[in-house]
């Protein structure tokens, strides 16, 4: 073989408890779906720190472009009624 | 032979069969076919080091004489070790080790399933950590054995020569003696006949899976249940107990 | 002629916007834009840290099958795992950068790409395994605690992953010289061999004194690096006398005392020429290292081509049934 592949690279995500988000953790190389999980496993929970993994073959992960920025996330910066402080509520309301 | 001394050597023949069995697997530290493999193989051995704690403690607590894990780990001669055969054999290449790691991962895994019903409560509990951590072993070896039965013929020839190489060793896995006779009496330890039959069962199907052949021989090596071991065990012992035979009076 | 200085406009305004952020301090990620020598020089750093971690897995696994408990057994295990998975971490993200792990491997074989000095000297005895972790894990931490403000996102965050991984590290190796300490006087002449042999590469690990290290400008203008080669190395120095003095243990520097003024220790000469000589290949391990790590990676080959034509089978038997 020409070049030595490494094996895939794959991104992990680690859900620290029942409930919570999933966090990325980091990546692993492996060839298939079984392995990329079983090397997730034995590299990001030695410490007992998840309860569930995904596992996403990291060139399947779409990110946004930083030249993009403004015109991406600058616009919701001045949307502030979706925020409930945005709103003046009658003096006296309650569990609202 | 007292209960006493059936349930010594039952824990004995445990616990070495995890503790060279680890010796082996940490033989792999840093050689890996890849990162990812090395830190897998490396978690076995640490599982497996535990469990050798676990049990190696609970015998010297039987046997009552005030021995450690440590003592029986690192006092014993070659003739005082019954770990079975199959547990000491040099690591060969990749194939090799997942070949028994396959063979003795699918045996672990029905005799602590069943051992977790043991009438002997520590045994039940070891068991029942056990099985968790074999299961586990279990599949990695299962994946891998399909990898590379069914990868390309260089690792296919690989993979078969590593069950081929192991086959004679694993019916000794299955042999029972008086300390299981008396132990089975009181339902501490567990039916063989039954694991054998599921062991071949699973191992005939996995080898399918992995376009690999069940070996032909039918002769079974044994002698780890009389201390009778391969010329490996001695090398082993002598690098393991290298220390404390070098200096017996520190403590580490 | 225009074009040329267009172009340079361009590239000069990336450059201060570069720069802005990093004052502002900013993470770089990896998509955002950098300079080619920004690029280059996280590569250098994150590949040989990587390979550091991975190199150092070998003189640790030298004790593996001799630790003398079953406890030390399964910290030690526990501990070199670790640095494995550390140079995992590390790869990973340097791989965010655009070279790949096979890439980095190749320079590793190659002599491209560098390890830590550190790991070419021999691990001789079971004291060298609590040298190792106290001085040599416990110079790895001063710096990499540094690290974990280094401007570069996936960098930094697995120095912080790491960070909390490796505190266990050196406690471990300060635990095995203390018992040592404590224990016959063949185990106290081991570990006081294990310290003077161990010491003064400790020291070099922080790397030339900041007059002399070629690399630290614009690592320290794009805050790579957040602190010089010789502050690091004092800090190492002023927190590890006391713990020797804890146990017992005599630094084998005889001109190493504490400098009022200064509120901290002054240390003797470090040997430069042999840091070089180690460094240019002379070490009493760099070729074995090497040789080890090539050929792990070469029998490891056919295991790696099995598993990607194991795939291509399996994916194959998918589209057709």
């Not at chain 1, 919570?20 to 590299?43: E, P």
């Not at chain 1, 996330?73 to 709103?87: E, G, H, I, S």
């Not at chain 2, 033989?27 to 050798?52: H, K, Q, V, Y």
């Not at chain 2, 547990?87 to 602590?112: K, Q, V, W």
Request: proline share 3%; net charge negative.
């Amino acid at each position: 073989m020409a070049t030595d592949s490494q094996l895939a690279m794959w991104e992990v995500f680690m859900q620290s408890k029942p409930g919570a988000n999933y966090i990325h953790a980091g990546c692993v190389h492996a060839s298939d779906k079984k392995m990329a999980l079983q090397n997730a496993r034995d590299t990001y929970t030695r410490r007992g720190e998840g309860t569930s993994i995904w596992v996403v073959p990291s060139d399947a992960i779409v990110a946004s472009n930083p030249e993009d920025d403004d015109m991406f996330f600058d616009p919701a910066n001045d949307k502030v009624y979706r925020l409930p402080t945005f709103y003046v509520m009658p003096e006296g309301a309650k569990a609202i | 032979m007292t209960q006493q001394q059936a349930l010594y050597k039952y824990c004995l023949r445990l616990g070495d069969d995890a503790l060279i069995q680890s010796y082996r697997l940490s033989e792999w530290c840093s050689n890996a076919p890849i990162l990812e493999e090395d830190l897998a193989l490396t978690n076995f051995a640490l599982d497996m080091t535990g469990r050798a704690q676990a049990l190696l403690g609970y015998a010297g607590q039987i046997d009552g004489q005030g021995k450690t894990d440590d003592d029986l780990a690192y006092k014993r001669g070659e003739r005082q070790f019954y770990n079975h055969l199959i547990m000491e054999l040099p690591n060969g290449n990749f194939a090799t080790t997942i070949a028994r790691l396959l063979f003795t991962s699918t045996f672990e895994f029905y005799f602590y399933s069943d051992l977790m019903n043991s009438a002997d409560a520590t045994l039940a509990a070891i068991a029942a950590k056990t099985v968790k951590e074999v299961k586990y072993h279990m599949a990695h070896a299962t994946d891998w054995t399909c990898r590379l039965g069914d990868g390309t013929q260089e690792s296919h020839r690989h993979m078969q020569s590593g069950i081929d190489h192991h086959w004679m060793y694993t019916g000794e896995l299955f042999e029972t003696d008086e300390v299981d006779a008396i132990l089975q009496d009181r339902n501490i330890a567990v039916d063989m006949a039954s694991i054998q039959q599921r062991w071949h069962q699973s191992i005939t199907q996995v080898l399918k899976e992995a376009t690999l052949k069940i070996p032909a021989g039918e002769h079974m090596q044994s002698g780890s249940q009389q201390g009778i071991h391969t010329e490996y065990l001695g090398h082993i012992l002598t690098e393991m107990q290298y220390l404390q035979r070098a200096y017996p009076e520190a403590i580490w | 002629m225009e074009l040329m200085e267009k172009a340079g406009k361009i590239h000069e305004e990336l450059l201060k916007s570069f720069e802005a952020k990093i004052e502002r301090g900013d993470a770089i990620e990896p998509r955002d834009k950098m300079p080619d020598a920004y690029r280059k020089h996280l590569i250098r750093q994150m590949s040989q840290h990587a390979h550091s971690e991975v190199i150092g897995m070998q003189p640790e696994g030298n004790w593996i099958t001799r630790a003398p408990s079953l406890r030390a057994k399964q910290i030690l295990l526990a501990k070199i795992q670790d640095e494995g998975g550390h140079g995992l971490y590390l790869y990973s993200a340097a791989e965010t950068l655009g070279i790949s792990r096979a890439e980095m491997i190749e320079q590793l074989h190659s002599g491209k790409a560098k390890y830590s000095n550190i790991f070419n000297y021999p691990s001789l005895t079971w004291a060298d395994i609590g040298a190792i972790g106290w001085l040599v894990d416990g110079a790895a931490i001063v710096n990499q605690v540094s690290l974990q403000r280094t401007s570069y996102g996936p960098y930094s965050r697995a120095m912080v992953r790491i960070c909390k991984e490796e505190s266990f590290h050196q406690r471990q190796g300060y635990e095995i010289m203390a018992k040592m300490m404590k224990g016959t006087k063949d185990q106290q002449e081991m570990a006081q061999d294990a310290m003077n042999r161990w010491w003064w590469p400790s020291l070099m690990m922080f790397g030339p004194h900041d007059s002399e290290s070629p690399h630290t400008g614009d690592a320290v203008k794009w805050k790579i690096k957040r602190h010089s080669n010789d502050e690091l190395r004092q800090k190492f120095i002023d927190k590890t006398v006391q713990q020797a003095e804890v146990i017992g243990l005599t630094i084998p520097d005889k001109d190493l005392k504490w400098n009022e003024s200064r509120g901290c220790y002054d240390h003797g000469p470090i040997n430069w020429d042999e840091f070089y000589r180690v460094i240019g290949g002379h070490g009493q391990c760099n070729k074995q290292r090497m040789a080890h790590h090539i050929k792990v990676h070469n029998e490891g080959a056919w295991v790696r081509e099995a598993a990607e034509a194991y795939r291509l089978k399996k994916e194959k038997q998918l589209l057709h049934s």
